[in-house]
């Protein structure tokens, strides 16, 4: 587990010089580290190096990783991927940010059963930037109808957007996700984070005002498929 600490390492490293080069304060960034399939091993190898922010995929596995190291109480879990109605449960009394937002329908499900004692369940939404079929995500045009949705609902409260842009798209994604970043915080000051941004396209992210970066396999390594 070695490895995981001398990558994450190096992602700070990279990330720092990164934001220097572009005048941004690095620590106005927060670095997700994306632990979908690694063992609870790997996350507590990334935590004992300095690692607090993880993001997973599947609400199974998050909920299972948060029962079993619940002693590191300071572990932020971000929930990064599709969310159907029947595993919102799972979601809403473990992870601190859904990033993955698209459905009143699930919004409302996630203020009904998140826990009281935890608090306000932070969430973005997600802009499915580059149009795909296949994408999760809702349309530009969407994106303030449901932002006024959700912020009518208790314990939710909005932060931001996030995108996965479609292979080689990166770019003008980015710059589109960043004018619509813009207009949501006209009217919503508060919601000025901006998840995107992956192993492979990160720094281009940061160009476009990303605040939050998920890296996965530059941490981790290559993911292991089968447990997908």
């Avoid at 997700?32 to 993001?55: E, L, N």
């Avoid at 596995?61 to 002693?71: I, P, R, T």
């Avoid at 971000?78 to 159907?84: A, E, T």
Wanted: net charge neutral; aromatic share 6%; glycine share 6%.
């Amino acid at each position: 587990m070695n490895n995981i600490a001398e990558q994450l390492g190096l992602a700070y490293h990279n990330l720092n010089e990164k934001c220097s080069a572009l005048a941004i304060a690095a620590d106005k960034l927060q670095l997700i580290a994306v632990s979908k399939t690694k063992p609870a091993s790997a996350i507590v190898a990334a935590y004992t190096a300095g690692q607090r922010h993880f993001g997973e995929n599947y609400p199974q596995e998050l909920a299972e990783k948060a029962a079993e190291l619940q002693q590191y109480q300071d572990i932020v879990w971000h929930f990064i991927g599709p969310l159907q109605s029947n595993k919102t449960k799972l979601v809403a009394e473990h992870a601190h940010w859904v990033h993955s937002l698209d459905r009143l329908k699930i919004a409302q499900r996630l203020a009904a059963q998140r826990p009281p004692a935890m608090g306000v369940l932070k969430v973005l939404l997600q802009i499915n930037i580059s149009d795909e079929a296949s994408k999760a995500g809702i349309s530009a045009a969407e994106m303030l109808p449901l932002a006024q949705q959700i912020s009518a609902l208790p314990m939710l409260q909005l932060k931001g957007l996030m995108a996965i842009p479609a292979p080689g798209q990166s770019e003008t994604a980015f710059a589109a996700m960043q004018q619509l970043s813009d207009r949501l915080q006209q009217h919503y000051p508060h919601a000025t984070e901006l998840s995107m941004g992956m192993s492979d396209d990160w720094p281009q992210a940061l160009r476009y005002g990303a605040t939050m970066i998920r890296l996965g396999s530059a941490i981790f390594g290559a993911r292991d498929y089968d447990k997908e």
